[in-house]
């Protein structure tokens, strides 16, 4: 497939002699947010490499093509950058972990939403990186990222709308005028007669659903194919934790009179062959509790309505409570790459 700029591998600009004898070294954030994506980028790598051996649909093909390039370039962006400072490149995620002859699992539709969820979490993650960069290459690299990811999300975006399968959030009808609010019963309670949901409440919860429509039928899949019989029972689970947040965020929305979105339950085969290693199936697992549980508290810093910060709480608790346990079964089963620590200033003292 023939693509533009953000098919160019990214180079750092050579430096004088003077600059290169002053060169800052990568901060402990660069290091953190480089090691992090570089984790995600070669889970994805995986995962696109599955879904291109599987899909069918020309226009779908091409989204996805077009993604991995990005996500390849991304990631020998990260390894040019971690070898400027010494730092050893992560082992993350590789051909091993997954089974492009493994027969199809989940539908084309459903790696085109898969993308749009994904491009969203990396523009998030990839601003706030952004932020906390200092150093010129480092700069660079995170505004070429979010660059390609807005390019990614537009292109899923556009084939979602040419296929009719772009779902829209809700519409409101126009105030008359700006108003401000006039009584502390704006924030409601926990019980009795609630305002309607403003427009800002309406967006955070239907972004919550959409992500929660889109881990279900990722779990089912793992579900039906993880090799071990533990990690099956612990995706089962995740299903039905996701469901059940489905249903608590779909009646805030139904309850005033406002469309849910729809399930991509029907995506998933029947397939129990698995296409991805249970150690990628359970990275991700935690990958997207992590991005649910972000979003959950976004949600909860912009909602003035009491009883809807009481379920974004009680939906965190529980999210964070299954987050854990993904980390106790990564850590028993030495799946959990560890970051690059501080030193130990006490262990040299004792040594």
């Given at each position: 497939m023939q693509e533009n700029t953000t098919s160019q591998v990214y180079t750092t600009p050579q430096a004088s002699p003077v600059q290169q004898e002053f060169k800052t070294h990568l901060t402990a954030n660069a290091i953190g947010m480089l090691w992090m994506?570089?984790?995600?980028?070669?889970?994805?790598?995986?995962?696109?490499q599955y879904s291109l051996s599987k899909d069918e649909d020309q226009e779908i093909r091409q989204v996805i093509s077009f993604a991995q390039q990005v996500t390849r370039n991304q990631i020998e962006r990260i390894k040019q950058i971690l070898r400027s400072d010494d730092y050893p490149i992560p082992i993350g995620f590789t051909d091993s972990d997954v089974n492009a002859d493994a027969p199809r699992l989940y539908s084309d539709p459903f790696f085109l939403a898969y993308i749009r969820n994904l491009a969203r979490l990396g523009l998030n993650g990839y601003g706030i990186a952004l932020t906390l960069s200092a150093r010129e290459d480092v700069r660079q690299h995170f505004q070429q990222s979010i660059a390609e990811m807005v390019e990614v999300e537009d292109?899923?975006?556009?084939?979602?709308?040419?296929?009719g399968l772009y779902i829209r959030g809700p519409y409101i009808s126009a105030p008359e005028k700006p108003e401000f609010v006039q009584s502390s019963d704006y924030m409601g309670s926990l019980f009795g007669t609630k305002r309607p949901l403003n427009a800002v409440e309406i967006g955070n919860i239907f972004v919550g659903c959409q992500n929660n429509i889109m881990g279900k039928p990722l779990l089912m899949g793992f579900a039906q194919t993880a090799e071990s019989k533990e990690l099956r029972e612990f995706f089962l689970r995740g299903k039905q934790i996701a469901h059940k947040h489905i249903e608590v965020l779909s009646a805030l929305l139904i309850n005033n009179d406002l469309p849910a979105p729809m399930a991509l339950d029907s995506y998933v085969t029947n397939s129990t062959v698995a296409p991805y290693s249970d150690k990628l199936m359970l990275q991700h697992t935690a990958l997207?509790?992590?991005?649910?549980?972000?979003?959950?508290?976004?949600?909860?810093?912009?909602?003035?309505?009491?009883?809807?910060?009481?379920?974004?709480?009680?939906?965190?608790?529980e999210a964070s409570a299954y987050l854990e346990d993904a980390a106790?079964?990564?850590?028993?089963?030495?799946?959990?790459?560890?970051?690059?620590?501080?030193v130990d200033r006490h262990a040299l003292v004792m040594h």
């Open positions: 994506q570089y984790m995600n980028a070669t889970l994805s790598d995986c995962m696109f292109k899923a975006v556009k084939t979602e709308q040419s296929k997207i509790i992590q991005s649910g549980i972000m979003y959950y508290g976004m949600a909860l810093a912009s909602t003035a309505r009491m009883d809807i910060s009481g379920n974004y709480l009680r939906l965190m608790t106790q079964l990564m850590i028993r089963h030495k799946w959990m790459e560890q970051p690059p620590l501080a």
